[in-house]
C-alpha cells in the first residue's frame, strides 16, 4: 500500500467517523443551546477556527459550500456568539464524544499514536481550516478525546487538499460537486443555486482532481512505513464499522 493508496482509502473511513460525531445528538443540542440554526452552527464550528476574519475569507476557505449560504451563517452566527467561541465548543463536544465513542475501542493507544505522526507531517500551505484547527489548545487529554481530535485533523486535511486539487484541475467547487456523485443534489445540498453545469464534460477532470488529491494527502501519510500504512487503515475500517449506524 503505497501513501497515496492508503490516503486514498483512509478518506471514507474518516467521513464516516466524522459524520457520527457531527450527527450526534449531543453536537445537535449544543447547536441548540447556543441559540443557532444548523446550517449557521456548521459553518461557523468548522471555520469559527479561523477567528474574527470576513465571511469572504470563510467561503473562500472552505470552497465547497456556495459563498451566499456560507455568508448568511456566518452573519447569522455573529448576531449571537463569536464564531471562534462556537469553534471552541464543538472542540469540547468532539472531545467529550470522542471520550464516550473511542474511549473503549480496542487499541486506541496506537490508532493515537499512527494518526499522530501522519497529522504531524502534514505541510499545511494552502490548507488555512488544518492550520487553524491543529493550532487549537485541545481542552481534555483522555486518549479517546485525543484520538477523536487526530480523526477530524485528518478529515480537514482530506478536505483541504481536495479543494486544493479541484481548483488545479480547472473545476470550479460547483463543477466539481455536479461531476461527482451526489450531482446536482450535493449541489442543493451545499447552497448552490441553479442553473448547473453539465456533468458530463467534466467527470475526467474531476477523477484527476481526486488522483491529485491522494498524492497531496499521501505525502503526510509517508511518514509511516508499508505496514503501519496497513496498520492504520485497518483501526480505521475497524472504528468505522463500529460507529456506523
Known amino acids: 500500500m503505497t501513501p497515496e493508496q492508503a490516503a486514498a482509502t483512509a478518506k471514507t473511513g474518516l467521513a464516516t467517523i466524522v459524520g457520527a460525531f457531527a450527527e450526534s445528538p449531543q453536537t445537535l443540542r449544543r447547536a441548540r443551546l447556543l441559540g443557532l440554526s444548523g446550517w449557521a452552527y456548521h459553518v461557523s464550528a468548522r471555520a469559527g477556527a479561523l477567528g474574527d476574519v470576513r465571511p469572504e475569507t470563510v467561503a473562500a476557505a472552505i470552497g465547497f459550500i456556495a459563498p451566499e449560504a456560507v455568508i448568511d451563517g456566518w452573519e447569522a452566527t455573529a448576531k449571537t456568539s463569536a464564531p471562534m467561541e462556537v469553534a471552541t465548543w464543538h472542540l ?14 480496542p487499541r486506541l493507544g496506537r490508532l493515537h499514536e499512527l494518526t499522530h505522526r501522519v497529522v504531524a507531517a502534514v505541510d499545511y500551505a494552502g490548507l488555512p481550516l488544518f492550520a487553524a484547527w491543529r493550532a487549537m489548545p485541545v481542552p481534555e487529554q483522555s486518549a479517546g478525546a485525543q484520538a477523536a481530535v487526530l480523526l477530524h485533523l485528518l478529515h480537514e486535511h482530506r478536505l483541504g487538499v481536495h479543494l486544493v486539487a479541484v481548483r488545479a484541475s480547472g473545476l470550479t467547487p460547483l463543477q466539481a460537486i ?68
Open 178 to 245: 455536479i461531476a461527482g456523485p451526489e450531482g446536482e443534489t450535493g449541489a442543493v445540498a451545499f447552497g448552490w443555486q441553479p442553473p448547473y453545469p453539465p456533468a458530463g464534460p467534466i467527470v475526467r477532470r474531476l477523477m484527476w482532481a481526486d488522483s491529485a488529491a491522494d498524492a497531496m494527502a499521501g505525502q503526510a501519510y509517508a511518514s509511516l512505513d508499508l505496514t503501519e500504512r496497513v496498520e492504520l487503515i485497518g483501526l480505521l475500517e475497524s472504528l468505522r464499522h463500529r460507529l456506523a449506524p
Open 92 to 105: 469540547h463536544e468532539l472531545c467529550t464524544w470522542g471520550a464516550e465513542q473511542l474511549g473503549g475501542f
